[in-house]
């Protein structure tokens, strides 16, 4: 994990606890009764916080529900990724980046599991999933085409972004058949390691 990429304290815990309280609360009441069950002022007040807190920190119910926090990566996070460009690092340090980025999020078993909850009952919420993850990625890939250096027409980003996102996903899931307390960095880094055997060139056969 990235050196001092460890979860918030202070006034940015306080911040981080509100929003992750306003994500578990929304996604509860989607599970009990749907996204069209409660207002945005019953869930503010369930969370003990008012309607104009609750705009502070999502745009709509349906935000809050799937934890929408992409409003950028923080700045010490980005300059370390940008400072790292080396041969052969590109996909361990896009590795690096986005757990420490998620451990900041404070997202954890919980988060998963009342996300799948809430999706069971409100499936068309996956359309805003899908968005916000298109916008992280945009991000993600600008990131890397300034770190690398590449034009615009380079596949590199592109690439390496969506396949480290397929290695994080893929973690994610696993964490639900974990079960609370996985580690999200060691199941990440096993999943990379068995993504690059995928890749490895085929031994060459000497017997013939």
């Keep these: 994990m990235i050196d001092g990429a460890k979860k918030p304290v202070g006034r940015a815990a306080k911040k981080s606890r509100t929003r992750h309280e306003l994500s578990r609360v929304a996604r509860e009441l989607v599970a ?9 002022d019953e869930l503010a007040a369930e969370v003990g916080v008012s309607r104009r807190t609750f705009f502070n920190y999502f745009p709509t119910k349906e935000h809050a529900v ?3 926090v992409e409003d950028g990566f923080d700045d010490d996070l980005v300059e370390w990724f940008l400072a790292g460009a080396a041969p052969g690092r590109l996909v361990d340090d896009l590795v690096e980046f986005s757990v420490s980025h998620l451990v900041r999020l404070d997202i954890g078993f919980d988060d998963i599991e009342t996300v799948r909850r809430a999706l069971d009952r409100e499936p068309q919420l996956l359309n805003l999933i899908v968005r916000d993850g298109e916008e992280h990625d945009r991000r993600l890939i600008d990131l890397v085409r300034t770190r690398e250096g590449l034009p615009e027409e380079d596949p590199v980003p592109r690439l390496a972004v969506r396949l480290v996102g397929v290695v994080m996903r893929t973690a994610s899931e696993e964490i639900l058949r974990h079960g609370p307390g996985t580690d999200l960095g060691a199941l990440v880094h096993t999943h990379l390691a068995a993504a690059r055997a995928l890749f ?9």
Excluded at 32 to 40: I, L, Y
Excluded at 200 to 208: G, I, L, N, R, V
Aim: proline share 10%; no cysteine.
């Design 32 to 40: 009990r009764h749907g996204m069209a069950g409660f207002t945005v």
């Design 66 to 68: 799937i934890g929408r």
């Design 200 to 208: 490895a060139p085929a031994p060459t056969d000497h017997t013939a």
